[in-house]
């Protein structure tokens, strides 16, 4: 009897440990709060990520993605910082305007960047370069400088094309530019080629892929960029001139920084606050492993159509404590990103 006693003991005590060590994920679902629509570029950033993080998380949880795209992603900040349970299993992914939209201090923003508990970034680089049309004979630096009236294309007020637009011709002095809108970025490609307008902000990548036949036969011209991160730039362009380099002061400084950290916050992944830290930290490990994998390179590639770009969590955490927020600054920011005349230098 003590034998049969013994052997019953040792088994409740082995399924015990077993029990015991059995991950907090397994067997549960993990929702991925999206701020934004399905099929929209933030959908197929997000997927890349969550179609591999499972595998990294201990007990491979299933992983499902929710949208909430109203107010421009804000509904979905604001669900994970008031209404989400910290239990680990709400992760929420938003772009940029996450950061963008609580600094700028935009209507409807009801949570704090600086209580979320981030676990990094898949999309975090980028260099947006000005050209012109060849023909518009804007072909130095100083032309472009001098000529009043140059029409520089967008989308619409606010989006962020558009405010890198009014951010390079406010940095470089643009005598009353005009600022068209209405246009997809497809769209402004051709408005460019038809001479609609004169100017537009694009990238070093889609230069060097989707317009590369720009470049060589010389129907453009490239004037300055914004390098982000700082010092990043391609081969291709590296005697482009930064804008940094135009800035007059320290609030201007500060304005280029605040819009590098802004994109450097990418498409962002977080935790609501008061996530106990045991599960942030695994979820944290596992988002870093997931961005190393060679499995998510190509899961991006196919995805998203780009390269990825990667933050870790300390990294972006430190992008954001770090960003500038002086009122002066915000107040800049803020008349380049509506409407109205650029204001005096």
Do not use: C
Not at 98 to 113: C, K, R, T
Not at 250 to 263: D, H, I, S, T, Y
Not at 317 to 338: D, H, Q, S, T, Y
């Amino acid at each position: 009897m003590n034998f049969l006693l013994a052997i019953a003991l040792f088994i409740g005590l082995t399924v015990g440990s077993t029990l015991a060590q059995a991950p907090f994920f397994q067997d549960k679902s993990i929702s991925v709060v999206l701020g934004g629509p399905p099929a929209g570029s933030a959908d197929m950033r997000t997927r890349a990520v969550t179609n591999v993080l499972r595998k990294h998380i201990p007990g491979n949880p299933a992983i499902a993605i929710q949208y909430m795209a109203a107010g421009g992603g804000r509904q979905a900040a604001n669900h994970v910082y008031k209404v989400a349970k910290p239990d680990g299993l709400t992760i929420g992914s938003m772009g940029a305007a996450l950061v963008a939209n609580a600094v700028l201090g935009e209507p409807g923003v009801q949570y704090d960047i600086d209580k979320f508990i981030y676990l990094g970034t898949p999309d975090s680089a980028q260099h947006y370069l000005l050209i012109t049309h060849r023909d518009a004979g804007l072909t130095s630096l100083d032309k472009l400088r001098t000529t009043p009236g140059v029409r520089v294309g967008g989308q619409s007020v606010g989006h962020p094309v558009y405010i890198t637009g009014r951010l390079f011709a406010y940095m470089l002095g643009l005598i009353e530019p005009k600022f068209v809108t209405g246009y997809s970025g497809p769209q402004l490609d051709l408005a460019l080629m038809r001479r609609e307008v004169d100017a537009r902000v694009t990238t070093g990548e889609t230069m060097l892929v989707r317009s590369r036949e720009w470049l060589e036969k010389n129907l453009v011209d490239v004037h300055v960029s914004i390098e982000i991160p700082k010092g990043k730039k391609a081969q291709r362009f590296a005697s482009v001139p930064e804008l940094e380099s135009f800035t007059k002061n320290e609030r201007e400084k500060k304005l280029v920084e605040m819009f590098r950290a802004f994109r450097l916050a990418g498409q962002n992944f977080f935790l609501p606050p008061g996530t106990p830290r045991d599960r942030a930290q695994i979820l944290q490990e596992a988002m870093r492993r997931t961005l190393n994998d060679p499995e998510f390179d190509k899961q991006y590639e196919t995805l998203a159509g780009d390269t990825p770009s990667i933050l870790t969590a300390e990294a972006l955490e430190k992008v954001i404590r770090e960003l500038p927020r002086e009122p002066a600054v915000v107040e800049l920011f803020n008349r380049l990103a509506g409407g109205d005349a650029l204001p005096a230098r």
